[in-house]
């Protein structure tokens, strides 16, 4: 039964210090999103890629957060340095490639990384 | 920019009825992708339903159909013989596919509503 995994599944942290949750896609999946949900914001896009390339990351603050997929089977998300505001839960979910007018068109979502910043 | 909305922060249901959740989405594109994704205590994100634009169709999963109104910028989603295990908090999600890259897009979500099915 495939399925995405996430590491770690909850992390604690003092502010200032450097946090990194990795991520494995689905084996085949051509694209992968890192997306974070908070209480004000809700389920929000951060990054993504397709094909291991950065296709958009125009929802990640730049000055801290970077986002990488070093090879076909993991994404990371760091974030350097950690702010209490980012204290969040963070997904990683991944697609097959799309098939025009039928196929499974969906993302498949990891279980989440909860972060608390201190 | 596409946006999604669901005007429903919370509802309720006793065990066995009917229920209908609301959501309206905007956007200029003809090809795309509505969702609707349960969100458990557990956190975990999980498919209920898919709706490609294109069908005129309303699709349907077991106790969850949909009603799709494209004209309107409608996707409501009804859960029949609403269960206890139905609890959960309920997005409503848009996705604009990338044909030329064959690849998804990333999915723009509404609030979220948050149901609570009572025995």
């Known amino acids: 039964d495939a399925r995405v995994t996430q590491t770690p599944r909850h992390k604690v942290t003092e502010m200032g210090q450097e946090v990194t949750m990795r991520c494995q896609p689905i084996l085949g999946h051509n694209t992968v999103f890192w997306y974070r949900q908070t209480m004000m914001q809700g389920l929000e896009l951060l990054a993504y890629?397709?094909?291991?390339?950065?296709?958009?990351d125009s929802g990640m603050p730049k000055d801290r957060f970077s986002a990488e997929m070093p090879d076909a089977t993991l994404a990371t998300l760091k974030i350097q340095p950690s702010e209490p505001r980012d204290s969040a839960v963070y997904f990683c979910?991944?697609?097959?490639?799309?098939?025009?007018?039928?196929?499974?068109?969906?993302?498949?979502f990891g279980p989440g990384t909860r972060l608390t910043v201190l | 920019a596409q946006t999604v909305t669901q005007s429903q922060p919370e509802m309720s249901v006793q065990e066995a009825e009917t229920v209908t959740l609301s959501c309206t989405y905007d956007?200029?594109?003809?090809?795309?992708?509505l969702f609707w994704y349960k969100q458990p205590p557990s956190r975990q994100m999980i498919l209920v339903i898919r709706?490609?634009?294109?069908?005129?169709q309303n699709a349907t999963e077991n106790r969850f159909s949909v009603n799709f109104q494209k004209a309107a910028k409608s996707f409501s989603l009804k859960i029949s013989d609403s269960q206890l295990g139905d609890t959960a908090m309920y997005f409503c999600a848009f996705m604009k596919p990338h044909l030329r890259g064959g690849s998804q897009g990333n999915l723009i979500f509404g609030k979220g509503t948050k149901l609570s099915v009572k025995p």
């Open positions: 956007t200029s594109e003809s090809n795309y992708y």
């Open positions: 979910a991944s697609g097959p490639r799309l098939f025009f007018r039928g196929g499974h068109n969906e993302q498949f």
């Open positions: 709706q490609e634009a294109y069908k005129q």
């Open positions: 890629f397709r094909n291991r390339a950065p296709l958009d």
